[in-house]
């Protein structure tokens, strides 16, 4: 603060900072599918909703399909042990299995050759047990010394075979490992960046030319994973291994001054990922901050209009003996002509073979969805058929069905409003922005047409799961359907639960009753899993809800304990005497510090009353405030304060206690000004969910309705609670507060509480009778339907009336028979008679004044004086609107 002055920003600054973090949340979601493969189809969705909505409906088909309930994740147990062949899904996902299962054996049962059949009978039943465990190489090494001192690199036609596998952390590397089934398939990855891998080889003498020896290329895929407590796992996949032929890394040697070509020990090799396209998550693992100059990228520039987003780059010296499979290679990231270190390796699986041998197999890359598809002759697919095979019996129910509805054009508006703390200032913390979309749609999918409310809110839940989505759907009491939807969009809080270890496995099996949207909306999650809702014993008391005006109490007054004032002593000697103070504590305070009392009798924060009158009066002049709304902010806060700021749950009470003090000057004064002001601050609570349309309405009775039938005088002072309204003695005018310019209300205006009233004698509150049945009105708008007189000069505009009572069909009935049968209000023909209903005086008046005068009568009494109602009949039929 300078001057005085708070560094408020502006409203432009404060649209900008909105802006600029809600465009970053939304920019994100909107950028990510980009990059990315997709999971689903939004029309997969809904055909699978539509599915569970009709096996809900029909009773008869809410047996699931017998295939769905076996669980394909369990290892207990062989899936398909009676039946070896299997039938349909179960025989392709049996036979993967099995293959998988033989690969594996044959692995094992390749590095010991002296097992007998048995044990390696029993080692295929134990393969798919053992991929719980952290697997390792499986070449002895005596095989590998053996390769090396063969030297099959020296014979002719050798080729060594390099392909990458995953980039994981140095530490650990033999065991921090994701198991097959762990990786996701090509076709299933999230994350997956097209990049391509350069190999290079060079001669690393001294004194040779920086030629490289051979140099090769291939495509790749890189994805991203999480490896829990190992950091990241970066899964390669090559489109095609290298091979490397030992003819292309021969070079001249000269041995007793002979020249000849023969490979030699000192290579270095080289392997450099790049990413094809511009925008994707690079690099796939973090780095550390520490870098150096680069020698082999010096010369590096951008290509064309793309961005150089930097290379993936290992690093080997050791040719030719291959690359170890449990040895990792050190994983730098090279980017403009510096490379930075990481923590993290890279896995390559190598080996040299001869001339005659086969080619290595490629790494199995878990579940392969090529061998779903049947095989064909020469691989010809055609289009009709390639489409029928696609279809797999997991799918093969949604073919039956027709596709969902279409989403019908007439949906109300759904209004989203986004929370101010997007933009992370405390100052538009309460603001809010809004957007109102047509339909059930997403502001972030806009793709994303719902054809139900409940459609909307799985979308926005499961969708979306960094924000919280408050659903306030308005209905129209006509068509008793959904007109508009409210929903508050605001950024979710962090769990602070800790997590278990995830042990990788996901043991759920689909429960054979059909998903219930509705349910797992409301916080039924047992279908998926999660806790089934808590079903409470029902209380005869209301649990929720605010109270009533009339059964709302007092502010509690403090019981304060009064202390004696502590008393000047003398201490020392009777020449040289020490004047001090002793203290609650037992501590000597002189009397040249500062006064200090330790009763509470004398606290008191009216100081911060009236800095925050100070506060609110700057704020005003900034903000153009009209006098009504800065005394009505002022008194506001200063009830509040006096209140000592209780709980935003009590605000309801707070409000009746308000409505309460200032009952006369929010009826009297102002007029027109004061109460769009006040109806505007009711409005602003009822959206921040501390108030609602109950209390809405009680505060309005409270302060517009009478006491009594007779006209309200100005002398009488008018309250529901007896402890709010002090006799005429206690009650005083309250001067205006420090610089307001508005002047005094004309009607006196109660003290704050704590002035003794309760020492005031307190008499009960006049009931409010019907005239014509001498019963007590109570004002319940859904039980009973009230209603007032609507002739404009009615010396007695808030007098109640029962709807029953006013009938001629219930007029000659007696006492309790005309409560018996109530009338519906809903008729037409019943609201367009209670629109000009008038009382036994106002039809007397009327008539009298027909019978002196009938053509002034006609003039007077007709429609230019019903164009003209006074202020206070505009109140009550404001009022009764409202309420009704």
Known sequence: MENGVSNHPSTAQRHELFAQNLVGHFTWTLERPKSRQHLFLQRNISRILAHHEERLRAPSSRVSRPSSAVNLHSTSGAAGSSNPKGTGRDQVVNSAATDDAL?????????????TTGAGMATVQQAPQSRDKKRESSIRRSTRFKEIVDRVYQQAGAELILDLSNIR??????????????????????DAVRCLCHLTIWDNRDGFAAVPLTSKSSYCWVTGAENGAHGHFVDIELDKPFIVRAAEIRVPVTTKNVSALEVIDKYFLEFKIIPCKAGSRWPPMPILGKSDGDHFGHDIKQD???????????????????????????????????TYRTKYGLQVISAWQKADAGRVEQESRGLNLDSFLRDQPNGIHPHEKARNQQLEPLVAFLQEKSLPEPVPQTQPEVCYSFSGRFAQRADVAQEFRNATVRGYQCPVCTATRCRKLEELQFHLTTMHTKYTFAVKPRI????????????????????????????????????TSAFDLRGFMSGDHSWVGGPAPIKLQPSSRPTIGYPLAEDVPDFRLPNRKKIKPIPLETRGADDEPEYMYTSVSNRPVSPDEDARSESDDEIDNEWQIAMQMERLDLIAERGNWSPYERELAKRWDRHRMEEQLEHPAYISNSLVRFARKHRQWLRNSGGDELLPCFFDFLERLKERDVIDNNVVMDVNELIFADDSPQPFLPTTTGGTNPAATPTTTATTTTPPRHGTSMPPPATPVQQVPGQMQEHAPQTPAPKLKCPLCSKVVKFKPKRNAVVFCQEPRCATPSQRYHLECILPSSTSRKGKERAITPISAQDEALTSRLKVWSCQACKARRKGRATSSKAEGSRGGGKSMAKTPSTRNRERSGLGNAQI
């Not at 690969?103 to 390749?110: F, R, Y």
């Not at 150089?308 to 170890?324: E, K």
């Open 103 to 115: 690969s594996s054996a044959q692995l094992v049962t390749a590095s010991d050759q002296a097992s």
């Open 169 to 190: 952390k140095k530490l650990n590397f033999k065991t921090n490992s994701l198991d097959d089934g762990e990786r996701p398939a090509k076709r299933q990855r999230r």
């Open 304 to 338: 064309g209009s793309e961005e150089l987003q930097g290379a993936i780059v290992a690093r080997y010296t050791h040719l030719p003996t291959p690359p170890d499979i449990n040895v990792p290679l050190s994983v730098f990231f090279l980017h403009e002509g510096r």
């Open 476 to 511: 129209d009491p006509t068509t008793n359907e959904v007109c508009q939807v409210h929903i508050k969009v605001d950024q979710s809080k962090r769990s602070t639960a800790r997590k278990g270890a995830d042990n990788g496995e996901m043991s759920w099996v689909a429960p």
